[in-house]
């Protein structure tokens, strides 16, 4: 696993029980997640069959996003996927984490 990975991961396991606030920018569209997280696995694109299927960060729990209407509307699984193809931190502190890959831009934080 990568440095910048292991760190990562090592930053949502200190906050297992804390609801996080993920903003993710991808292209134009922003999305915003509150996630209750429990737990955080790494998933190794070398251990799956799908080809599609990158290495990724799971986060375990729940959550909801922000639909059009501004309203809070739960996941549709009790995960959330951090695809690390690409990744670059570029701020980590104690409730707060930047990061970079190659599919999108992400701000994490402590609600």
Same mark, same amino acid.
């Given at each position: 696993m990568d440095q910048s990975v292991q760190k990562?991961? &090592?930053w949502l396991t200190a906050q297992g029980g804390e609801t996080l606030v993920i903003d993710k920018q991808e292209m134009k569209d922003l999305d915003t997640v509150h996630f209750n997280l429990a737990t955080v696995d790494y998933r190794d694109a070398e251990d799956v069959i799908d080809e599609y299927l990158d290495s990724a960060l799971i986060l !375990?729990? =729940?959550g909801n996003t922000l639909n059009r209407d501004g309203k809070l509307v739960p996941l549709p699984q009790l995960n959330y996927e951090i695809a690390v193809s690409g990744l670059q931190l570029d701020t980590v502190h104690d409730g707060q984490v930047?990061? !970079? =890959? &190659? !599919?999108?831009k992400y701000s994490i934080s402590k609600s």
């Open positions: 990562l991961m &090592d !375990r729990g =729940t930047e990061l !970079r =890959t &190659d !599919r999108a």
